[in-house]
């Protein structure tokens, strides 16, 4: 027999990074070296998970090689640390030690994700303990993000910490063979939380079986709150347009389109074409809900997204919405499954809350006593035309996942582009921040960006890793401010990082920024001053689709967008940018145009055509038809060519979202925007296929334009960019509008003319950098068409491209690029 003296006994630590808290990740170590015969213990920290084991050299190899190879469904490993230790004589046990907490919490949280199918499978056993149980979950699947308080993530670190165990759940969670050892939200019909239907008022509706009665309310077409992982949604038959719109008006969102739940894969299938992308994020373990191309005719009522050729749509991802699904006659019944909340407003999470408020809107209440942490909406994905996904909103199966960065490698060093590159931001008056790499001892700088106005989140970045928010929203309305802080605070608390320095949007009256300035003055109660970085809109966009892609070098950037405040207080929204991870220069912009009203532009889409027709023709529009029709008569049209011609409230523009607007309304395809990008929107929309000419345009150069040369030569900082300029355009559509041409061929041929003085501008960068990649990011990049044939032109010229995929092309990803920006300087 082998003994002790005749082989060398090793002892090794591993340290684990990644997504390894409360996926299973410990049992499964268990298990992987009880298989193996190795001994020790592995606990969870705030770094993630530790191991120390002992055994032969032979046997340790094999664990690490099987421990990447073997991880369990929902584990990642970020970072494998391992370094021998000394071997202990006393060694005679495999153990999990009880969780514990540290200076450096670098523990992944992780998201919230799908009921597995096996829990499925127990669930629909009349056998099973847990049958028709709606909170069954396991190591695999269930809540995370949305019940955890603070890490590590045990039990008595969450919303389930008043749950006491009965003796089965017990039993389970201590055993290291089943699939609920330590699933820390483990709960049965004993001792778990429980499933009750009230009225408007909040009084219970008594019935033998609540989830059986609240499908017979839906299907007689009443309006239902629900709550689920991050929330509660407002759901109601889909396919009775009355029905939605009595959920509108309630709601008071009059045309912003609603998501669609159906109970399986083939239930989408008839109503979207689906392709094979689609089907895995729709059946995968995060259930987003996914944009796709509506068919006709459908049965989904008009209201539900009128005007649109897309529908939101995404399956049931909890074993509540599973069993609702599974009573009589809900199979074949799509549902609206929208957020819980009047429009504009915070997502209602807390049952008091939903009775006072959801009250107003449904007819009844679908509540349990699962308290929700962290209030989550569902993430949205878009599939591009070439059947590949890029997120919209990071919520619900996503966020908190962190994003994994690249950094400059000495803060001491300029970058390749950051000679010739103009600063980006204000000149910060605290020097640079500090930055960590690999073989440096000083703990990194911890940036907060607290990101836009519109489509907020916020990013919390230190040692190579940021953290995204989920979505939080509009910050103009009150109670989103609010859960704005509040979301600032749960980050902080839950990652362990105190922020050292802030990073904030040049705009001053964005009320993300104003909190940082407060913050910056040391204004806010128990909280000392930090430094500040501003940083211009578009760079951070720039800057954001770089990170993503873990590029630290300079980039040719496209940022087109709705609006964002410039170094010279124009409004700027279609910029070509020489950009890198600290400062950028502007090499082009669209043709400044006048914006009648300012944000009222952003509305009344008459506004920007008017403004266009201004800047192509000049006084003549008064006696023009197409513009008597945009302005609403004769008098209201003399009233704008005042404002235009005086320059009253006409701040400049060089905005692409303010063409698509106006394009949509010389179509007469959107009069409004009822919500952000409703007319892009519509006016994608209208496009007929099969159109490939565009309209005229022009690149104005400015005289004696200089080469950049990076790294050594400079542009004078006074040496003007060149522009981008659609009058011609103008002219032509206006003259096809008036030969009666149809509006899909004009829709088509703009969205060609899109991609073409895009494609001309980075060829042009190109002639003045010699750089050959090119970053797309904003809003405007959400158009499928315009992305596709914009991308595909790009890749014909030779260009490698950038564009998010992870990270929401539009605001969204703000907060990533300013951390990144005020890291990196």
């Given at each position: 027999m082998t003994t002790r003296e005749q082989v060398t006994i090793l002892r090794q630590r591993l340290q684990v990074a990644g997504q390894v808290q409360g996926v299973g990740f410990r049992p499964f170590v268990y298990r992987l070296a009880q298989e193996i015969h190795l001994l020790g213990w592995v606990i969870n920290d705030s770094r993630g998970v530790t191991i120390e084991l002992q055994g032969t050299a032979g046997q340790l190899e094999e664990f690490v090689r099987r421990l990447h190879a073997e991880l369990p469904p929902l584990a990642t490993i970020s970072r494998l640390d391992v370094r021998d230790v000394p071997p202990e004589d006393d060694v005679s046990e495999l153990t999990i030690k009880p969780s514990e907490g540290g200076e450096l919490a670098d523990a992944q949280v992780t998201v919230d994700t799908a009921v597995c199918d096996d829990c499925l499978r127990e669930m629909n056993?009349?056998?099973?303990?847990?049958?028709?149980?709606?909170?069954?979950?396991?190591?695999?699947?269930?809540?995370?993000?949305?019940?955890?308080?603070?890490?590590?993530?045990?039990?008595?670190?969450?919303?389930?910490?008043?749950?006491?165990?009965?003796?089965?759940?017990?039993?389970?969670y201590h055993d290291p063979a089943c699939r609920r050892f330590h699933a820390q939200p483990i709960a049965c019909p004993v001792c778990g939380p429980k499933v009750w239907l009230t009225d408007a008022r909040g009084v219970r509706v008594e019935c033998e079986d609540v989830i059986a009665r609240a499908a017979e309310l839906l299907l007689d077409g009443k309006v239902l709150a629900i709550k689920g992982l991050g929330g509660f949604h407002l759901a109601c038959r889909a396919d009775e347009d009355h029905v939605v719109r009595t959920l509108r008006r309630r709601k008071r969102r009059d045309a912003k389109p609603f998501a669609v739940m159906v109970a399986d894969l083939d239930h989408v299938k008839d109503y979207c074409t689906v392709p094979v992308q689609a089907e895995r994020l729709l059946t995968g373990i995060t259930r987003p809900i996914v944009l796709l191309p509506m068919l006709e005719p459908t049965s989904i009522a008009p209201s539900v997204a009128d005007g649109l050729g897309t529908l939101g749509i995404m399956l049931p991802y909890t074993p509540l919405h599973h069993l609702l699904f599974d009573q009589p006659g809900m199979r074949a019944v799509p549902l609206v499954m929208t957020s819980g909340n009047f429009s504009?407003?915070?997502?209602?999470?807390?049952?008091?809350?939903?009775?006072?408020?959801?009250?107003q809107i449904a007819d009844f209440l679908l509540m349990h006593d699962r308290p929700i942490e962290r209030r989550v909406d569902d993430s949205v994905v878009q599939m591009h035309i070439d059947g590949t996904g890029m997120l919209l909103r990071r919520g619900r199966g996503y966020a908190p996942k962190p994003v994994e960065l690249s950094v400059a490698s000495d803060p001491a060093a300029p970058s390749a582009a950051s000679e010739p590159v103009k600063g980006a931001t204000a000149k910060p008056s605290f020097g640079a921040a500090v930055l960590v790499t690999k073989n440096q001892t000083s703990r990194p700088a911890a940036v907060l960006g607290v990101g836009p106005e519109l489509k907020n989140t916020v990013c919390l970045y230190r040692g190579g890793k940021a953290v995204v928010s989920e979505h939080i929203g509009d910050l103009k309305d009150g109670r989103v401010y609010r859960h704005f802080i509040d979301t600032i605070n749960h980050l902080q608390d839950l990652f362990d990082v105190e922020p050292t320095v802030l990073a904030a949007d040049l705009h001053p009256q964005y009320l993300s920024t104003q909190y940082a300035m407060r913050r910056h003055r040391g204004e806010l109660e128990g909280l000392a001053g930090l430094p500040i970085i501003r940083v211009q809109h578009h760079h951070a966009h720039i800057a954001a689709c770089m990170a993503e892609h873990g590029r630290t070098d300079a980039v040719i950037g496209l940022a087109c967008d709705g609006v964002g405040l410039g170094d010279d207080n124009a409004v700027w929204g279609c910029e070509v940018m020489l950009a890198d991870l600290r400062s950028y220069r502007r090499l082009g912009h669209l043709r400044y145009v006048p914006l009648p009203g300012g944000d009222a532009a952003a509305k009344e889409t008459a506004r920007p055509a008017l403004a266009a027709m201004w800047d192509t023709f000049g006084p003549a529009i008064i006696e023009m038809p197409v513009a008597r029709h945009l302005a609403g008569g004769e008098g209201p049209l003399e009233r704008a060519i005042e404002m235009l011609s005086t320059g009253l409230n006409c701040p400049p523009s060089s905005s692409l979202g303010r063409w698509f607007d106006a394009v949509a309304a010389l179509l007469a395809v959107a009069t409004t925007n009822g919500f952000e990008g409703q007319a892009p929107m519509r006016l994608e929309g209208a496009i007929v296929a099969g159109v490939e000419n565009a309209y005229t345009f022009k690149l104005i150069s400015p005289p004696q334009q200089g080469t950049i040369v990076l790294g050594?030569?400079?542009?004078?900082?006074?040496?003007?960019?060149?522009?981008?300029?659609?009058?011609?355009?103008?002219?032509?559509?206006?003259?096809?509008?008036?030969?009666?041409?149809?509006?899909g061929i004009i829709a088509a041929r703009f969205h060609n003319t899109v991609a073409a003085f895009l494609l001309a501008s980075a060829v042009k960068a190109r002639e003045l950098t010699g750089l050959r990649t090119v970053a797309l990011s904003g809003g405007c990049f959400a158009n499928r068409y315009l992305t596709h044939r914009l991308g595909g032109m790009l890749v014909g010229e030779g260009f490698e491209v950038l564009h998010h995929v992870n990270m929401p092309c539009n605001d969204g990803c703000v907060s990533l690029g300013q951390a990144m920006i005020a890291a990196n300087q």
């Open positions: 056993d009349p056998a099973d303990p847990r049958y028709h149980y709606p909170f069954i979950n396991c190591t695999n699947c269930g809540p995370r993000y949305t019940i955890v308080r603070r890490i590590p993530y045990d039990r008595p670190n969450t919303t389930m910490a008043g749950f006491e165990m009965c003796p089965l759940c017990s039993r389970e504009d407003e915070p997502l209602v999470k807390d049952n008091d809350a939903a009775i006072a408020h959801l009250g050594r030569g400079t542009l004078s900082p006074s040496e003007p960019p060149f522009l981008i300029d659609l009058r011609p355009m103008v002219e032509e559509i206006v003259n096809e509008l008036s030969a009666g041409y149809n509006a």
